[in-house]
């Protein structure tokens, strides 16, 4: 197993908990529990949109991986490249042109190593970069980086898609520590969830004193405040005890993917940069409502789908940078909405997910937060049909209606997750704050009826029905449902 030595307080998702781990844990022993799999794939090919330009200010190790050949890895901010262990580990399909593809074998066997005077003077800090795992064996490394071999007397700082939280010996998600040397100065952040296999996503930490953030996909999945304050540069000199995709702990295994565009910065990166640095390309669909000014929003992704806000829609705060405020409207009216041109689920076959942050203000029996249809198709979530939140699923082969009990989410203008998803089962799961409200399974309605979505709204039915009373950000779209573990990262209050 990865080794820490004293786990400090960390408040996560509002929890805090605090471990002593003993020295057992320096000498490497390995844990061997694994999460539960998703099998869909991530796109390949570069971004299409210059605003997604990477950010270059305070910008101090860029490792693109773009050489192919040699064992070279080139650094493109200040020239301290890296080395590959083994030439075999380039390959042509990265998250951006070429990439990195490591074995996971035991101990790593493929993995970079990073040079001295990459940390040289760094106090705040983010580092990030694009993973696509094919398993995720617990204490494998996205990166190990310090100053020495497992000793308390040493400083390292690493972050491993599948650790311990404190207090346990179970595998339990994406987890990021700073060893300081010894046993009372040690900082431990987890997010307590896993990374989906076999899909590209975007992870980056960020630092500045005793604060540190994990984000996924951009969005701040987990946070740790007021911790240890244990600075990048403290890992100095690293050769030759730092690596990308190598534990310094020989039980643990290598890391069991492909990489690509790993960063380091000298500064913590704004949410906005962050959530650049993870430009979804063609996997979903992402409407960010930062614009602020302006009857235009943004689709955030390659597929680009046109967004106009519609009769006096207005810019507000939002769950993270802005969001859409709608003053809700009586049926029959022309009221504030939000009209998408072209169709956000087309490709959609076998999966979809539609997730999405709101603020209710005020209740209206059937008003709807997104309704996309067709002459002979139908898909909305309703907050308050009069019994329940009502997603209900309308195709020429059936009909699914889910409705909870009761309105989960009160109109009390507070911030609530709400997430959609059909998996290739056909079975429908409504999540709200990112656990399952309700779920039915259909052997009629199938996730590709709703490819041919000639009308998209957000806010307005396509009915005759209320407008939405409140406000909508962080809409994702996407044709592979989202798994639960990647809900509740988009969930994390």
């Known amino acids: 197993m990865g080794a820490r030595a004293v786990i400090v307080t960390a408040a996560l998702a509002g929890l805090a908990a605090c471990n002593v781990i003993g020295s057992n844990l320096l000498s490497g022993s390995s844990g061997d529990a694994k999460p539960p799999t998703d099998a869909a794939k991530g796109s390949n090919g570069g971004p299409s949109d210059s605003s997604v330009m990477p950010p270059t200010n305070g910008l101090v190790l860029d490792y693109e991986f773009e050489d192919g050949t040699g064992s070279t890895v080139t650094d493109g901010a200040r020239g301290l490249d890296g080395s590959l262990a083994d030439p075999t580990m380039w390959t042509a399909g990265g998250r951006n042109g070429a990439g990195i593809s490591m074995n996971g074998a035991t101990p790593a066997t493929q993995f ?65 520590d700073s060893y300081g040397g010894s046993t009372t100065n040690e900082s431990v952040l987890g997010s307590s969830t896993f990374l989906p296999l076999d899909v590209w996503k975007h992870v980056a930490v960020t630092g500045t004193g005793g604060n540190r953030t994990i984000y996924i ?221 309700t779920t039915q399974a259909s052997s009629t309605v199938h996730p590709g009826d709703f490819a041919n979505t000639s009308q998209a709204y957000l806010a307005r039915s396509r009915g005759n029905d209320p407008y939405f009373d409140g406000a909508i950000d962080e809409l994702r779209v996407s044709c592979r449902a989202f798994t639960s573990d990647e809900i509740k990262n988009l969930s994390r209050p």
């Not at 694009?130 to 071999?149: H, M, T």
């Not at 959530?275 to 063609?282: H, I, Q, S, V």
Request: some cysteine; aromatic content about 10%; hydrophobic content about 40%.
């Open 112 to 176: 970079v190593s990073l040079p001295n005077d990459v940390l040289l003077g760094v106090g705040d800090f983010t580092i990030s970069a694009w993973v696509k795992l094919n398993s995720n064996p617990a204490w494998a490394r996205i990166y190990d980086i310090g100053n020495g071999q497992p000793d308390p007397a040493n400083r390292f700082m690493y972050l491993t898609t599948s650790g311990f939280p404190p207090g346990s010996t179970t595998s339990d998600g994406i987890h990021v």
């Open 217 to 437: 996909d951009g969005f701040p999945a987990a946070s740790l405040q007021n911790g240890p304050a244990i600075a990048p540069s403290e890992m100095e000199p690293l050769a030759p005890n730092s690596w990308i995709g190598k534990s310094r702990f020989p039980a643990d295994p290598g890391f069991p993917g492909e990489m690509d565009e790993f960063k380091i910065y000298s500064r913590v990166l704004t949410a906005s940069e962050i959530e650049d640095l993870a430009w979804p390309k063609t996997d979903y669909s992402y409407w960010r409502f930062d614009e602020s000014s302006g009857d235009a929003a943004k689709d955030s992704s390659d597929h680009g789908l046109a967004t106009a806000l519609a009769n006096g829609a207005t810019w507000t705060t939002g769950r993270l940078g802005g969001a859409v405020r709608f003053a809700g409207g009586a049926a029959g009216s022309s009221s504030q909405h939000v009209v998408i041109s072209g169709n956000p689920l087309a490709g959609c076959t076998s999966q979809f997910a539609i997730a999405a942050w709101i603020r209710i203000d005020a209740y209206a029996t059937n008003a709807k937060v997104f309704d996309f249809s067709s002459s002979s198709t139908d898909l909305y979530l309703a907050p308050n049909d009069g019994t329940g939140m009502h997603v209900e699923l309308k195709s020429q082969s059936g009909t699914i209606d889910l409705v909870t009990a009761a309105p989960p989410i009160p109109a009390d203008s507070t911030w609530h997750h709400v997430a959609v998803t059909m998996d290739a089962g056909n079975i429908v799961v409504l999540y709200v704050d990112g656990a399952p409200a």
